[in-house]
């Protein structure tokens, strides 16, 4: 009895925290873009050569569009550190969850954001699409994912873009 009471004591107290604004307006339990973490971030991987996996997730805190946005600004980094103008998502998949604790007004939320990416230098839509719906997938350009949505990402340590 004493854990679901403490249980319950504990949640309370992480949405009362996570409602709270720091310093910078933000609360401070939100994703940050950064590595994989407790509340969320990045995980990258070469599947294949020149193919990754690019996961991004983001708690409820960070906001709406906070696990899309880390995933496809993780794929313009990997993309311009290897000398590509753009990158083609040849997949995605993504989700959002929310969930009540005790039938109360909090709630907690977040989404996650995976995407299959490949570099390339050539602006065009990408011709080997993996995803189910063809419009699923795209070429962005890596310069103009950055611009836009850098500003957007709360980064750690006070890190900019």
């Given amino acids: 009895m004493r854990a679901i009471a403490f249980a319950a004591f504990a949640a309370a ?11 910078d307006g933000h609360s401070p339990l939100a994703t940050t873009y950064g590595k994989m973490h407790l509340f969320g971030g990045y995980t990258d991987k070469e599947i294949e050569p020149g193919v990754w996996k690019v996961s991004g997730a983001g ?25 590509f103008s753009h990158f083609q998502v040849l997949r995605q998949r993504g989700k959002a969850r929310s969930v009540s604790v005790g039938g109360g007004p909090g ?23 993996r995803d189910k719906t063809p419009e699923a ?13 850098g500003p957007r990402l709360k980064f750690r340590n006070g890190r900019t873009q």
């Fill in 13 to 23: 107290a992480l949405l009362s925290l996570s409602a709270c604004a720091g310093r």
């Fill in 59 to 83: 708690n409820g805190p960070a906001g709406p569009g906070f696990g899309r946005n880390v995933a496809v600004y993780r794929a313009a980094e990997i993309a311009r550190a290897r000398g």
């Fill in 107 to 129: 709630s907690f939320s977040g989404e996650n954001m995976e995407l299959i990416v490949r570099g390339t230098n050539d602006p065009a839509a990408p011709l080997a699409c």
């Fill in 137 to 149: 997938c795209m070429t962005l350009s890596v310069e103009q994912i950055m611009a836009t949505i």
